[in-house]
């Protein structure tokens, strides 16, 4: 640099000065724009978090299906969900009377049953594997007359819950 004047060197060492403090400039805007990202980052990986967190989350087809039932237990009234599965039958329970003996409606007829329990005899029709088809047929029964009939859900043999007709429940 000797062959440049002075004015000329003066001129350079302000344009590096500058330039230099343009770079410092850059930098922080640089950085203040990166730590600007990070909070819009974090909000866009909530958001996806919680997307897929509704995703995984939604529930099954069993669980939609799963129904509200009246349990009754020792005397009282228990409210619970009753999951479907393959151990669950249905019937429609038509009447249910403890000094008389019904037992023998049941011999020979297909989808007619008389179960005893603690000296109370349950007149039961039909055995059915899934909720639609007992509530189709607890209406025809319903309308054929037997206003109070309900659904009994059995599993293993034991009821598990009573389903209620809409007509047996006075409001």
């Given at each position: 640099?000797?062959?440049?004047?002075?004015?000329?060197k003066?001129?350079?060492?302000?344009?590096?000065?500058?330039?230099?403090?343009?770079?410092?400039?850059?930098?922080?805007?640089?950085?203040?724009?990166?730590?600007?990202?990070?909070?819009?980052?974090i909000?866009?990986?909530?958001?996806?978090?919680?997307?897929?967190?509704?995703?995984?989350?939604?529930?099954?087809?069993?669980?939609?299906?799963?129904?509200?039932?009246?349990?009754?237990?020792?005397?009282?009234?228990?409210?619970?969900?009753?999951?479907?599965?393959?151990?669950?039958?249905?019937?429609?329970?038509?009447?249910?009377?403890?000094?008389?003996?019904?037992?023998?409606?049941?011999?020979g007829?297909?989808?007619?049953?008389?179960?005893?329990?603690?000296?109370?005899?349950?007149?039961?029709?039909?055995?059915?594997?899934?909720?639609?088809?007992?509530?189709?047929?607890?209406?025809?029964?319903?309308?054929?007359?037997?206003?109070?009939?309900?659904?009994?859900?059995?599993?293993?043999?034991?009821?598990?819950?009573?389903?209620?007709?809409?007509?047996?429940?006075?409001?």
């Amino acid at each position: 640099m000797e062959f440049l004047s002075p004015k000329t060197k003066e001129r350079i060492s302000k344009l590096e000065a500058e330039n230099k403090s343009l770079r410092l400039q850059l930098e922080e805007l640089d950085t203040a724009e990166k730590s600007a990202r990070w909070p819009f980052l974090i909000i866009i990986l909530l958001i996806a978090a919680l997307v897929l967190v509704w995703k995984f989350n939604t529930p099954s087809a069993e669980e939609l299906s799963a129904i509200r039932v009246e349990m009754w237990k020792k005397g009282s009234l228990k409210d619970t969900t009753l999951q479907p599965s393959f151990g669950i039958e249905y019937s429609i329970q038509v009447g249910a009377y403890k000094d008389l003996d019904y037992s023998v409606l049941s011999l020979g007829i297909d989808g007619l049953k008389v179960q005893e329990d603690n000296g109370v005899q349950r007149i039961l029709l039909g055995r059915f594997a899934s909720l639609p088809e007992a509530q189709l047929y607890l209406d025809k029964v319903v309308n054929i007359g037997f206003e109070k009939a309900f659904i009994v859900a059995y599993k293993e043999g034991i009821a598990v819950g009573l389903l209620p007709n809409k007509t047996a429940i006075k409001e």
